[in-house]
DNA sequence: GCATCCATGTAACCAGTTACATGATTTG
DNA sequence: CAAATCATGTAACTGGTTACATGGATGC
């Protein structure tokens, strides 16, 4: 069972990564930078962090640290904060739960991030939006999947079309070639990336979504 | 709740109402002509089918009568089921069930096709993709709700980043701007398509937006 | 005569939705 | 002090999925 691939999950995971954040927050973040991408709602988000919570993979936190300019390297093991810090965030917290993710959690999002089963649009372009803690050999692996996978179905929709033995009405066949003109787009789209990966590839130093990659295993 | 916006039994209301077909059949051609669009697997289609008989809007028959026009192989079955079949149910010749649309299943994909409050990309895929069996007003009110929708969502999108108070990562920098660009691609497709269905419409008297539009445009 | 398609269905599960229920805090 | 917004959650439902169970027909 690949139950791995919940993507609500790891996006909760992924922002957790960056910030600590309680629920609402959460959800005007994602809104907010992923909205065209994907979309929760309250009745799914919650329980979603109540499913990591259980798991371990976020724990509540008392206090959220200051939005760190540089990023910090000596959060593992210390207690946060129990101190009120005063540039915090715009409303006063009380009743929030902000959560944090754990090492579990790290562990976690890096496991769904990195599994390959993963097919359909959404997932892939979530994988993607979250690519720069993947090593680029996975990031490559996934465009190169994704390509083959779009490729055979342009292939097999092609076939069907020229073996077709019923006439189509006149609006399928328009949106079918909307459709196929939005897969060569895309098809474009992810050679140009697998392009620009491997060429990068042999430039492996000074990569700096290595060294965040480093960074945050730290 | 059966009003819903159940888009595979649209879709089987659809392919029945040119033709009579057994569900095998069905999700072969759906897969066929439709696949790039949708798909369905046995585990919903077949429980569709039973909904949709239930309700009357379907009926198994005993052969396919069908449709003239279109050259098919299946004579052959049709001639064994009548021979097979006097006094037999509905179950024809095989073990197979021959669905055809009711008068009721009719006026079903109707409501369906014609239910303003469809929103997502998949559901109005499929609907255009059956446009044909709506008068042009409806199918003009459609296209101008889809864009308006993509327009918001676009408007929207920028908002959120011009006030952006944090900094995304640079995969989903990336993802956004091609989604961004897919966006103004299926716009201007949209636009198109309206302009198409406009001109082709051609009572100026009644429609009083397009008529502004038509100004708009000298 | 055995594999492979054709053909129909059920059961368990899954990720998500809407609608509901509750209450705290801020602001005009 | 009322309205808006912030904030968290539950319950019932929806529209699917995969895996399973079964068996007839075809073809090699």
Redo the contacts between chains.
Sequence with gaps: MATGTNSLELVVLGLLK?QDMHGYELKK?M???????MHASWGSLYPALARLEAKGAVKAVEARPAIPNIPMTGSLGGERAVFRLSGEGPRGSRNKKVYGITDIGSALFTAMLNNDSEIDEKGF?IR?????HMDSEKRLKMLRDRRDLILE?VK??RR?LEK?????????E???E??????S?DLA?IEE?IAKEESSMQTPETD??VSQEVQDNL
Tied chains: 1, 2.
């Design positions: 960056e973040r809104t907010e930078s992923l909205g065209l991408i372009a993607l939006a979250f690519a720069n179905r097999s929709s069907n077709k033995r019923f006439t189509l009405e006149p609006y399928v328009l949106v079918l909307h459709f196929r003109l939005n897969n787009s789209w990336l700096l979504m």
